[in-house]
Structure formats: C-alpha cells, structure tokens
C-alpha cells in the first residue's frame, strides 16, 4: 500500500565548514524525528564521514539516505544520493583528488567528524567549502555510474545554481531531478520554470542549522522511505510519485 512520507533530502552535519557545530548525528536525528520525518539525506559540502554516523545514530527510527554536495567545476552544487555507504565513499575518492586547498577555520567554521554518540572523531581539514575541478557532466555521468541519483541544487538561488553559473538547463543533462529552495517551494517553482516541466521536483531545508531541519519538505507517494521507493517516484514509476 502507498502512502505519503515526509522527506528532506538536503541536510547538512557539523562537518560543512557553514554548518553549526550542534549540527552533530545524534541531534540531527532527533530534530528530525521530532518534526515527524520519515526520510532525509545527508549532504555536507564535498564530504562524507558524518554520514555513516547519522546512519548509525537513526538505527531503525528513521530512513536515511547518504549524500554529498558536491560543488563542480562550474561552481554548481550538485547533489549526490545514494542506497548505501560504498558507492558514496567511491565518489568521495574521486572528489578527494579533485578539490584542493586547506580549511580557514577563522574564515569557514570547524569541520568537525562527529559519531553517533556525539564523540569528534577528527577535523576535516580540506578546504570543503571550495569548488573541485570536475564539471558537471563528468560528476552526473560518474554519480550514474555507482547507481545514484544526480540532482542539482536550489535551481532558484542567485548563487551556486546550475541556473545562476549555467544560465539554462539542458534536457538531455541527465538529472534525475531538480531542488527547489524553500523560500520558493515547488508549486512556485513550477510556475517560475515552467519550461523544466518535464524534470520532477523537490523542495528541501538545505539546513545548517538545527532549527532549520524539515522546515521544507516534499511529500513522496511511496510504499516505503527507501532509495529504491524515492528512485521509483521520481521516474513515476508503479504509482510512485511526488506529491505537488
């Protein structure tokens, strides 16, 4: 049987340089099961290790998807989600050889590594906050290639966007789906990008901070808060679909 799951599927962790510190696992997860979610993603700016430990943190209270923001060559964040931790540390590898430059801590904030009982395991000490240098075509066709879904993020924002640096969307891109910003939702969205009527929507909180998590969710018509169900809804496949 199908039925409605809240999702935010673009949340950030402590270990993005702009990102508060209280923005640790365990607290993620609580802020998310108290504002009734069913489904998030993790997805800290070119990086990956909190992601294992949010994971470990929800045990079984809570779906999580592990990600990454990835910001390409083009300067365009782009999100990567997938089913599992493999495919996600693979990318990482490749992303590790590709972004350059050491953190400003006084500048970009800490990049803490923190488990699942609020213990720092480490500080990330590459400059996350910068850009790699792999263009977006090659990064989408690479996040297919281990199995996940290529989403660019917050198309609205005058920054960052794939919108802002590209100036246009092309069709055969390859994206499984497009982020629209809270502060524009989908309904909006839709009407401001009329011409993107064939690529499904989402809209998530893009939280830095604790308080910001599930403020914007998109509501997904599925049977589970699975990879494998949201992958299904955003190819409307077997019923599957988000709910506008």
Request: proline letters at 3%.
């Amino acid at each position: 049987m199908l039925k409605a799951f809240n999702c935010d599927l673009h949340i950030h962790t402590c270990l993005s340089p702009c990102a508060q510190l209280d923005m640790h696992p365990q607290a993620l997860v609580q802020k998310a099961l108290d504002r009734h979610l069913d489904m998030i993603a993790v997805c800290d700016h070119n990086a990956s290790a909190n992601a294992q430990y949010v994971m470990a943190a929800a045990e079984d209270q809570l779906s999580i998807i592990p990600g990454m923001e990835i910001t390409t060559l083009e300067e365009v964040h782009l999100l990567a989600l997938f089913d599992s931790l493999p495919p996600l540390l693979k990318l990482q590898q490749i992303i590790d050889e590709h972004l350059f430059g050491q953190n400003d801590e006084k500048r970009f904030g800490v990049q803490a590594i923190v488990n699942e009982l609020g213990e720092v395991e480490g500080i990330n000490n590459q400059l996350l906050i910068g850009a790699t240098d792999l263009s977006i075509d090659i990064l989408v066709d690479t996040i297919h290639q281990y199995g996940g879904l290529a989403i660019p993020a917050h198309i609205d924002r005058e920054s960052f966007s794939v919108l802002s640096q590209l100036g246009f969307i092309d069709g055969n891109a390859g994206f499984d789906a497009l982020e629209i910003s809270k502060r524009t939702g989908i309904q909006q969205g839709r009407l401001q990008y009329s011409e993107l009527a064939q690529y499904p929507f989402l809209t998530s909180s893009d939280a830095h901070f604790i308080g910001d998590i599930g403020k914007s969710v998109t509501k997904i018509l599925m049977q589970e808060p699975t990879f494998s169900e949201l992958k299904m809804a955003l190819s409307k496949q077997n019923g599957r679909r988000i709910l506008e």
